[in-house]
């Protein structure tokens, strides 16, 4: 199937934090070269860490090798409340790499004393003192990253791109020169790989990151990792990607960075891809010093093929579509969709992720040359089923006997039906002859997703699915047409603010399809109260297939011959508003469910595996690991 069912999504909660786990969808189906090709980038991907923690702000790295000693070396009560509170503070530094919150950049306060802090370390036989100031005294080093304009924004921020003392002004007239000095047709990202610094004479210059600079000795162990994963590259361009960004860590050389970012976005070919180096500029006010990240995807072969399954299908999809033949589309072709999925997350993209990537950053490489965005589907997708694990569906589904069918169904279901949609939905159907493919204006792309939903919603209940082995029995598609209509007409809710509409076209189209079939259809589903609280109850399957199918023939119909009266009222009537007092009882249950406004991700663990003769025969893949084992053992890679 396309998942263990089993897989815990959630991990461990502290703080504002809630820790969730990945799946690497189809790791174990690749060649073992390709396994291997994953396995040394990811290996390179997590030896920055040490890097970032340095680029932050000074003193990480110091506070996390005293901490980490307390924490593994503590010979006092480890149930005690200020022990606890310490676990929290070092639990939190881990998840944000530095003493600073890792999305509001203000430094934590800890929640355990000066007192316990000196005594824990004295037992330890450390010699901490000079951090605690940086720990306890907020005055000090309060924020990571300052933005207030009028402000000096490198006096006032604790990171540590600049050496203590340089001012903005200092900094941007030196960045100022080299850009006018430089290339203008194509400028290299300047300053992105350097602390800027100051001579005794006042001189200011560029301490480089690079093998034999700043962080030699980390850029060295990246690069010999990358060495390693060369004999795995899938083709030449690949390998020449990787030789490339190795040249660049050994020189420095930021023309030479250009010519990687150049090279990597030209290979788009390699089902493994990765980046790894000096990639956002988030963390410096300016907007210069990058921080170091690395991560590695692939091309998800079971999901690809999943919706290669539907796309080599899409003639007999169309031809069955319960719509005016007038409106079919005689030559259909189904879209073959990439999914990426994530194999490890490091540098500043761990623990907390950008489930979107698209780079590079460099305006001119991306003019000149594209750049490459991706989705990355498994993390995507432990988002989802987090949110589903949260209590959500306890709180917001009817009874016992829907809530197992989602528990059982509605992870399978979903992907399909996104497949359905992305594959089939959108490349369905066709216009009359003569009408103009925007004639429905600001109604069009509400209408055009509701169109690709409704396509999947009523094929998920095909038996054509069953047979083509994508859902795995005649029922399965119960648990997506009962979380469909939840979603559209209640838990979606939870994104909207108190008082507002609904502007987002995909909301937009959920909110019609559900409301227009409570309203239509009522003998096949209802919202119906229980106890104050309001529940989608659904009376009849197959009539909600009907529902589902009547309203796509009206939609495309819609589509097809550009009816921009009837587009506006279908939208108007159930896309928009919201019921303030719904939208109230919503808004009341999502709270009292309590869920952490911040999420990331535990990496899994990849373990080579040796037969007799002492070869490597496999890569495996382990989920289980601890998050403060994994942040130990990244400590002393
Ligand atoms: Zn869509």
Known sequence: MLEQSDFIF???RFADIQLLRYQVPGFKELSLRKKLLIYYLSKAALLGRDILWDQNNAYNLRVRQ???????????DRTSAEFLQFTIYLKRVWFSNGIHHHYGYQKFTPGFSKQFFIDAAKEANLDADDLIPIIFNPT???????????????LTSANNYYQDGITQKEAESFYAHQKKEGDSQHPIM???????EKLPDGTLYENVWKSGGLYGEHIDRIIAALKEAIPYAENQKQK???EKLIEFYQTGNLKTFDEYTILWVQDTESQVDFTNGFTEVYGDPLGLKASWEGYVNFVDPIATRRSDA?????????????????????ECKGISAKVINAAILGGDLYPSSAIGINLPNSNWVRTEYGSKSVTIGNLTHAYNQAAKDSGLRQEFVIDEATLSLLNEYAGICDDLHTDLHECLGHGSGQLLPGIDADALKAYGSTIEEARADLFGLYYLADEKLVE?????NAEAFKAQYYSYLMNGVLTQLVRIEKGHQIEEAHMRNRALIARWTLKNVPEAASLTEKEGKHYIEVHSYPLLRTAFATLLAEIQRIKSEGDLNAARQLVEEFGIQVDTKLHAEVLERWRSLNLSPYKGFINPEYKLVYDKEGNISDVEIHYGEAYDHQMLRYGKL
């Open 10 to 12: 959630q991990d461990e």
């Open 66 to 76: 005293v901490l980490e000693t307390i924490y593994t070396q503590y010979k006092g």
């Open 140 to 154: 000090i080093l309060g924020k990571r990253v300052n933005q207030t304009e009028g402000e000096d924004l490198l």
């Open 190 to 196: 300047y300053g992105m790989n350097s602390r800027l």
């Open 240 to 242: 020449t990607v990787i």
């Open 310 to 330: 539907l796309s080599n299908n899409a003639q007999w999809f169309e031809d069955h579509s319960p719509i005016d033949p007038r409106f079919r589309k005689k």
């Open 468 to 472: 083509l082995g994508l859902t795995p």
